[in-house]
T-cell receptor
Framework: GAGVSQSPRYKVAKRGQDVALRCDPI?????LFWYQQALGQGPEFLTY????????KSGLPSDRFFAERPEGSVSTLKIQRTQQEDSAVYLC????????????FGDGTRLSIL | GIQVEQSPPDLILQEGANSTLRCNFS?????LQWFHQNPWGQLINLFY???GTKQNGRLSATTVATERYSLLYISSSQTTDSGVYFC????????????FGIGTKLQVIP
């Protein structure tokens, strides 16, 4: 497709379950970003990939959060042993290169932890 | 890290009115973007504007990098302009993570 694609669109999980969120960036985009957006807040940076290399994971809130992009295209954000505070919208963005390029966002995955 | 402040936090407009949204940032930037998040949660690119002025239809934006602010102008507002407007910046000096402001929530009423 022409834009950033994220799946699933909605995810409900019980506390303690593991979840995996997928991001398919725009074809040819080298850089990929994950953000977390809590209700009523702006998106907050989680992690950044350039191709398959994870260059910045300083925003990941705990070691329960793990992201990968093994072939430099599709990325997966995994959250282990989910907690209620993990409930948020998770947004993925891609850009042609790293800095100095506009980021294009997917529609997000709305995660609800019961 | 870089701080981003947006004002006003909330804005209610009558359809047809004009408005100006402001974004202040605490340090020099490589990149500044304005986004519109619609009521369905989709983040739409409006402008990529680290400096200068750009216009797109009823919207225009100006960034004065030396004074560390950016303005988004909405003219002849329509109900479809409702939503949250975010300013997002990337600090200068090589790669820096992008920092979003908390947004301006705009409601345009008929």
């Amino acid at each position: 497709g022409a834009g950033v694609s994220q799946s699933p669109r909605y995810k409900v999980a019980k506390r303690g379950q593991d979840v995996a969120l997928r991001c398919d960036p725009i074809s040819g985009h080298v850089s990929l970003f994950w953000y977390q957006q809590a209700l009523g807040q702006g998106p907050e940076f989680l992690t950044y990939f350039q191709n398959e290399a994870q260059l910045d994971k300083s925003g990941l809130p705990s070691d329960r959060f793990f992201a990968e992009r093994p072939e430099g295209s599709v990325s997966t954000l995994k959250i282990q042993r989910t907690q209620q505070e993990d409930s948020a919208v998770y947004l993925c963005a891609s850009s042609f290169k790293g800095g100095n390029q506009p980021q294009h966002f997917g529609d997000g995955t709305r995660l609800s932890i019961l | 890290g870089i701080q981003v402040e947006q004002s006003p936090p909330d804005l209610i407009l009558q359809e047809g009115a004009n408005s100006t949204l402001r974004c202040n940032f605490s340090d020099s930037v490589n990149n500044l973007q304005w986004f519109h998040q619609n009521p369905w949660g989709q983040l739409i690119n409006l402008f990529y504007i680290p400096s200068g002025t750009k216009q797109n239809g009823r919207l225009s934006a100006t960034t004065v990098a030396t004074e560390r602010y950016s303005l988004l102008y909405i003219s002849s507002s329509q109900t479809t302009d409702s939503g949250v407007y975010f300013c997002a910046v990337e600090g200068s000096g090589g790669y820096q993570k992008v920092t979003f402001g908390i947004g301006t929530k705009l409601q345009v009423i008929p």
